[in-house]
Protein backbone atom coordinates (compact mmCIF):
# COMPACT_ATOMS: atom_id res chain seq x y z
CA UNK A 1 0.00 0.00 0.00
CA UNK A 2 1.54 3.20 -1.20
CA UNK A 3 2.04 5.83 1.89
CA UNK A 4 3.29 9.56 1.27
CA UNK A 5 5.52 11.40 4.40
CA UNK A 6 6.00 15.24 4.32
CA UNK A 7 8.55 16.62 6.45
CA UNK A 8 8.41 18.86 8.67
CA UNK A 9 5.12 19.27 9.44
CA UNK A 10 4.99 22.72 9.69
CA UNK A 11 7.51 25.37 8.67
CA UNK A 12 7.63 29.04 9.84
CA UNK A 13 10.27 31.08 7.84
CA UNK A 14 11.00 35.18 7.50
CA UNK A 15 10.28 36.74 4.36
CA UNK A 16 12.87 36.54 1.81
CA UNK A 17 14.26 32.76 2.77
CA UNK A 18 14.34 30.13 0.51
CA UNK A 19 12.84 26.69 1.96
CA UNK A 20 12.50 23.11 0.69
CA UNK A 21 9.46 20.77 1.30
CA UNK A 22 10.04 17.34 1.37
CA UNK A 23 7.91 14.02 0.30
CA UNK A 24 8.91 10.63 0.37
CA UNK A 25 6.52 7.73 -0.71
CA UNK A 26 6.88 3.76 -0.05
CA UNK A 27 6.28 2.76 -3.97
CA UNK A 28 8.16 3.97 -6.82
CA UNK A 29 6.01 2.79 -8.90
CA UNK A 30 4.23 5.89 -9.70
CA UNK A 31 2.83 7.34 -12.42
CA UNK A 32 3.28 10.80 -11.45
CA UNK A 33 3.51 13.25 -8.50
CA UNK A 34 1.78 16.54 -7.80
CA UNK A 35 2.20 19.37 -5.53
CA UNK A 36 -0.84 20.79 -4.36
CA UNK A 37 -1.40 24.33 -1.88
CA UNK A 38 -4.61 24.43 0.62
CA UNK A 39 -5.72 27.88 1.88
CA UNK A 40 -7.54 27.68 4.93
CA UNK A 41 -11.38 27.36 4.02
CA UNK A 42 -10.53 26.85 0.52
CA UNK A 43 -10.36 23.71 -1.96
CA UNK A 44 -6.25 22.45 -3.11
CA UNK A 45 -4.95 24.16 -5.93
CA UNK A 46 -2.60 21.98 -8.38
CA UNK A 47 0.72 24.01 -8.00
CA UNK A 48 2.81 21.53 -10.44
CA UNK A 49 2.87 17.96 -11.92
CA UNK A 50 5.75 15.69 -12.24
CA UNK A 51 5.44 12.95 -14.71
CA UNK A 52 7.84 10.13 -13.50
CA UNK A 53 9.93 9.94 -16.60
CA UNK A 54 10.99 13.92 -15.84
CA UNK A 55 13.36 15.11 -12.72
CA UNK A 56 12.09 18.58 -12.12
CA UNK A 57 9.11 21.21 -13.60
CA UNK A 58 9.66 25.05 -12.57
CA UNK A 59 6.95 27.17 -12.28
CA UNK A 60 8.12 30.96 -11.29
CA UNK A 61 9.58 31.05 -8.28
CA UNK A 62 8.73 27.20 -7.22
CA UNK A 63 10.70 24.45 -8.49
CA UNK A 64 9.50 20.65 -7.56
CA UNK A 65 12.01 17.68 -8.07
CA UNK A 66 11.57 13.82 -8.25
CA UNK A 67 13.92 11.08 -7.75
CA UNK A 68 11.51 7.85 -8.19
CA UNK A 69 14.08 5.48 -7.29
CA UNK A 70 14.40 7.02 -3.70
CA UNK A 71 10.97 8.13 -3.61
CA UNK A 72 11.80 10.91 -3.23
CA UNK A 73 10.36 14.70 -4.09
CA UNK A 74 11.47 18.35 -2.96
CA UNK A 75 9.58 21.62 -3.92
CA UNK A 76 11.87 24.45 -3.58
CA UNK A 77 9.98 27.96 -2.96
CA UNK A 78 12.55 30.91 -3.82
CA UNK A 79 12.39 34.30 -2.08
CA UNK A 80 9.35 33.12 -0.06
CA UNK A 81 6.43 35.72 0.82
CA UNK A 82 3.85 36.12 2.91
CA UNK A 83 1.33 35.04 0.26
CA UNK A 84 3.02 32.07 0.25
CA UNK A 85 2.03 31.09 3.68
CA UNK A 86 -0.37 27.95 3.29
CA UNK A 87 -0.27 24.01 3.33
CA UNK A 88 1.65 22.65 0.96
CA UNK A 89 0.32 18.68 0.11
CA UNK A 90 1.99 16.32 -2.32
CA UNK A 91 -0.17 13.13 -3.77
CA UNK A 92 1.53 10.42 -6.28
CA UNK A 93 -0.78 8.40 -8.76
CA UNK A 94 0.30 5.35 -8.40
CA UNK A 95 1.44 3.38 -11.17
CA UNK A 96 -1.43 0.98 -12.83
CA UNK A 97 -4.27 3.54 -11.94
CA UNK A 98 -5.40 5.89 -14.19
CA UNK A 99 -6.87 7.88 -11.06
CA UNK A 100 -6.35 7.02 -7.53
CA UNK A 101 -4.25 9.80 -5.67
CA UNK A 102 -2.57 8.94 -2.26
CA UNK A 103 -2.15 12.54 -0.68
CA UNK A 104 0.45 13.22 2.50
CA UNK A 105 -0.80 15.02 5.27
CA UNK A 106 0.81 18.41 3.78
CA UNK A 107 3.47 20.89 5.56
CA UNK A 108 2.20 23.64 7.04
CA UNK A 109 3.82 26.94 5.84
CA UNK A 110 3.88 30.29 7.47
CA UNK A 111 6.22 32.68 6.19
CA UNK A 112 6.11 35.79 8.44
CA UNK A 113 6.67 39.40 7.04
CA UNK B 1 -14.96 29.56 -15.93
CA UNK B 2 -16.42 28.63 -12.75
CA UNK B 3 -14.73 25.89 -10.90
CA UNK B 4 -15.90 23.05 -9.22
CA UNK B 5 -19.37 24.41 -6.92
CA UNK B 6 -19.96 22.10 -3.51
CA UNK B 7 -22.70 23.41 -1.00
CA UNK B 8 -23.30 23.89 1.55
CA UNK B 9 -20.02 25.50 2.13
CA UNK B 10 -20.71 24.81 6.10
CA UNK B 11 -22.94 22.26 7.77
CA UNK B 12 -24.03 21.78 11.60
CA UNK B 13 -25.67 19.10 12.72
CA UNK B 14 -26.98 16.92 15.26
CA UNK B 15 -25.85 13.37 15.40
CA UNK B 16 -28.06 10.96 14.01
CA UNK B 17 -29.63 13.26 11.37
CA UNK B 18 -29.21 13.28 7.44
CA UNK B 19 -27.01 15.40 5.92
CA UNK B 20 -26.38 15.84 2.00
CA UNK B 21 -23.14 17.16 0.10
CA UNK B 22 -23.54 18.55 -3.31
CA UNK B 23 -21.07 19.14 -5.80
CA UNK B 24 -21.68 20.42 -9.47
CA UNK B 25 -18.49 19.71 -11.27
CA UNK B 26 -16.48 21.69 -14.10
CA UNK B 27 -18.62 21.64 -17.53
CA UNK B 28 -17.19 19.16 -20.05
CA UNK B 29 -15.40 16.92 -16.95
CA UNK B 30 -16.57 13.14 -16.93
CA UNK B 31 -14.70 12.25 -13.28
CA UNK B 32 -15.83 13.49 -9.94
CA UNK B 33 -14.31 12.50 -6.92
CA UNK B 34 -15.63 12.92 -3.47
CA UNK B 35 -12.53 13.02 -0.95
CA UNK B 36 -12.68 13.44 3.26
CA UNK B 37 -9.98 15.22 4.80
CA UNK B 38 -9.31 14.92 8.97
CA UNK B 39 -6.40 15.93 11.07
CA UNK B 40 -5.63 12.80 11.97
CA UNK B 41 -6.02 10.65 8.13
CA UNK B 42 -5.66 13.55 5.91
CA UNK B 43 -6.99 13.21 2.51
CA UNK B 44 -8.77 10.01 1.31
CA UNK B 45 -10.89 9.16 -1.48
CA UNK B 46 -14.10 8.18 -1.06
CA UNK B 47 -15.37 7.29 -4.26
CA UNK B 48 -14.91 7.84 -8.10
CA UNK B 49 -17.23 8.29 -10.75
CA UNK B 50 -16.56 8.67 -14.08
CA UNK B 51 -19.42 9.21 -17.06
CA UNK B 52 -21.84 9.54 -14.05
CA UNK B 53 -20.92 5.69 -12.91
CA UNK B 54 -19.65 4.54 -9.87
CA UNK B 55 -16.53 2.85 -10.72
CA UNK B 56 -14.32 2.66 -6.94
CA UNK B 57 -16.46 3.32 -4.03
CA UNK B 58 -13.87 1.35 -1.87
CA UNK B 59 -13.29 4.36 0.17
CA UNK B 60 -16.89 4.61 1.67
CA UNK B 61 -16.59 4.40 5.50
CA UNK B 62 -19.67 2.28 5.77
CA UNK B 63 -23.24 2.02 4.31
CA UNK B 64 -24.00 5.27 6.31
CA UNK B 65 -22.43 6.84 3.17
CA UNK B 66 -24.19 6.73 -0.19
CA UNK B 67 -23.08 8.58 -3.64
CA UNK B 68 -24.91 9.32 -6.45
CA UNK B 69 -24.35 11.30 -9.64
CA UNK B 70 -27.26 11.40 -11.99
CA UNK B 71 -26.00 13.21 -14.36
CA UNK B 72 -23.07 15.00 -15.48
CA UNK B 73 -23.39 17.73 -13.66
CA UNK B 74 -24.37 16.61 -10.51
CA UNK B 75 -23.35 14.65 -7.67
CA UNK B 76 -24.46 14.44 -3.47
CA UNK B 77 -22.89 12.60 -1.07
CA UNK B 78 -25.03 11.42 1.66
CA UNK B 79 -24.80 10.34 5.34
CA UNK B 80 -27.52 8.44 6.92
CA UNK B 81 -27.30 8.72 10.15
CA UNK B 82 -24.66 10.62 11.05
CA UNK B 83 -22.12 10.56 13.84
CA UNK B 84 -20.16 12.93 15.11
CA UNK B 85 -16.95 10.73 14.20
CA UNK B 86 -18.21 12.08 10.19
CA UNK B 87 -16.94 15.40 11.13
CA UNK B 88 -14.53 16.74 8.65
CA UNK B 89 -13.78 18.48 5.45
CA UNK B 90 -15.33 17.15 2.33
CA UNK B 91 -13.93 17.80 -0.98
CA UNK B 92 -15.36 17.44 -4.47
CA UNK B 93 -12.97 16.92 -7.62
CA UNK B 94 -13.83 16.39 -11.00
CA UNK B 95 -11.51 16.24 -14.08
CA UNK B 96 -11.72 16.03 -18.02
CA UNK B 97 -11.48 13.40 -20.41
CA UNK B 98 -8.04 11.86 -19.89
CA UNK B 99 -5.74 13.01 -22.89
CA UNK B 100 -1.98 12.54 -23.42
CA UNK B 101 -1.67 11.23 -19.43
CA UNK B 102 -2.50 14.61 -17.85
CA UNK B 103 -5.25 13.52 -14.67
CA UNK B 104 -5.38 16.36 -12.82
CA UNK B 105 -7.76 16.94 -10.58
CA UNK B 106 -9.85 20.35 -10.05
CA UNK B 107 -10.57 20.85 -6.28
CA UNK B 108 -14.20 22.59 -5.04
CA UNK B 109 -13.89 24.80 -1.84
CA UNK B 110 -14.94 21.73 0.51
CA UNK B 111 -17.58 21.38 2.88
CA UNK B 112 -16.97 21.34 6.61
CA UNK B 113 -19.09 19.43 8.19
CA UNK B 114 -19.66 19.46 12.04
CA UNK B 115 -22.28 16.95 13.95
CA UNK B 116 -22.70 17.45 17.17
Known amino acids: KQEVTQIPAALSVPEGENLVLNCSFTDSAIYNLQWFRQDPGKGLTSLLL?????REQTSGRLNASLDKSSGRSTLYIAASQPGDSATYLCAVRNGGSNYKLTFGKGTLLTVNP | DAGVIQSPRHEVTEMGQEVTLRCKPI?????LFWYRQTMMRGLELLIYFNNNVPIDDSGMPEDRFSAKMPNASFSTLKIQPSEPRDSAVYFC??????????????FGPGTRLTVL
Open chain 2, 27 to 31: SGHNS
Open chain 2, 93 to 106: ASRPPLAGGNNEQF
Open chain 1, 50 to 54: IQSSQ
